[in-house]
């Protein structure tokens, strides 16, 4: 077999000029001290993309993580690809559009790369709206389904009168794709600092010159704060994020083809996996950075379950969870360059980190080359909380 290049991807995510010219480390240049034209701070699925679209163009690239890389919020989600209706904010809804026509060469050149398997699943979702939703019928995506059609597509769900729609959405499995992501990232060159929370940007000439950390300092022409639910507490910038806490499930179905489409209702959601297992959930709480699970909702999920596929009380549990997304004020990321040159930030995604990976990781690398990224950002901006 032939050794893959660092420019091996398809046509989306093809190498552009062997240069990143708008980097200069050599305004930082010490023959002593190891210097990268990007730190990246925060090693999640957001992170880790933007990562290897920045090396894609050149750039040397250090990510620097309080943690292990895809060990939070990342580690933490469902991975439901969910484009359009009413979960998606207006001003969000050309990126998410974006991003999920990219998941399946995003997903394919990770694979390949990677040689680990992601699980995207295409099968789509049968969703059961609330009765408010149902009142925005106008909005609702997707193919209404009769009782006869429901029971043809999932002969384990329990019979309803319950309208229910069919819609076309994808599924990922969140933590293989880190896993796939941080591997690709290490072959690619990017760069790692683990278990090291930085506490500053540092700040030279009124530009970003690196980040401070308990352990010590790293140099860099550009820093991008991607540090998720962690990111307002890195100085100088004050962004507001705030985690938001979401518990899971995890069960082992009795088949593995038992539930072959994500179900979400006004209760639970349920989106399997293709090794079986079935991630039921999830809480939207705000609870600061406790990432506790409560034994009382970990037991209405599962009775939520049961009663949509009476099956699964044959299912195993296999373990529980809580993760912090990070949320903001009006409930949109933030991406952009901040007030002080050289520095970046992407982050605040909430509930669609995973889904908005890959158009993050271009817009995103678009900005710090200096060019106009394809979508307006505007909406997005830092500045806007000034």
Same mark, same amino acid.
């Given at each position: $077999? ?24 050599? @305004? ?21 993309? %933007? ?10 690239? @250090? ?23 009413? /979960?998606?904010?207006?001003? %969000? ?60 597509? /999932? ?81 100088? *910038? ?9 518990? $899971?499930?995890?069960?082992? $179905? ?12 006004? /209760? ?63 409930? @949109? ?30 817009? $995103? ?8 990224? /394809?979508?307006? %950002? ?7 909380? *000034?």
């Amino acid at each position: $077999m032939q050794p893959r290049s660092p420019c091996h991807l398809s046509s989306r995510f093809r190498c552009a000029d062997a240069t990143f010219r708008t980097f200069t480390p050599s @305004l930082f240049y010490n023959a002593e001290v190891k210097t990268w034209d990007v730190i990246i701070i925060g090693g999640g699925i957001i992170g880790l993309s %933007l990562a290897l679209a920045l090396r894609r163009r050149g750039a040397t690239v @250090l990510v620097v993580e309080r943690g292990e890389p895809g060990r939070e919020a990342s580690h933490a989600a469902g991975g439901m690809l969910v484009a359009s209706g009413l /979960e998606i904010p207006a001003a %969000l809804q050309p990126l998410a559009t974006a991003s999920a026509r990219m998941y399946p060469e995003f997903a394919k050149a990770l694979e390949f790369d990677s040689n680990e398997h992601v699980d995207l699943r295409d099968q789509g979702t049968i969703m059961f709206p609330s009765s408010k939703h149902l009142g925005e019928s106008s909005a609702l995506p997707g193919i209404g389904l009769s009782p006869e059609a429901l029971a043809e597509l /999932e002969p384990a769900v329990a019979e309803t009168e319950r309208p229910a729609f069919y819609v076309k959405e994808r599924s990922v499995d969140p933590r293989a794709l880190t896993a796939a992501a941080w591997k690709v990232a290490k072959h690619r060159g990017v760069d790692f600092s683990t278990g090291d929370e930085v506490a500053a940007v540092t700040i030279a000439d009124g530009r970003a010159a690196g980040v401070k950390t308990p352990k010590t300092a790293f140099q860099a022409a550009k820093v991008v704060n991607c540090a998720g639910a962690w990111s307002g507490q890195i100085v100088p *910038h004050a962004f507001p994020t705030r985690p938001v806490k979401g518990q $899971m499930l995890c069960l082992l $179905m009795p088949s593995h083809t038992l539930i072959k489409h994500v179900i979400r209702s006004p /209760e639970v959601y349920l989106i399997p996996r293709s090794d079986g297992r079935l991630l039921v959930g999830a809480t939207v709480e705000e609870a600061g950075f406790d990432k506790r699970t409560d034994l009382a909702t970990i037991q209405r999920f599962h009775r939520a379950a049961v009663d949509l596929v009476p099956e699964l009380r044959n299912g195993k549990i296999l373990e529980d969870w809580a993760g912090l997304r990070p949320g903001t004020p009006d409930a @949109l990321p933030i991406l952009g360059a901040t007030e002080t040159p050289g520095y970046y930030v992407a982050t605040g995604h909430f509930r669609d980190g995973i889904l908005l990976a890959p158009i993050t990781a271009e817009v $995103m690398a678009a900005v710090m080359e200096g060019h106009a990224p /394809e979508y307006d %950002l505007t909406p997005f901006s830092p500045v806007r909380f *000034h």
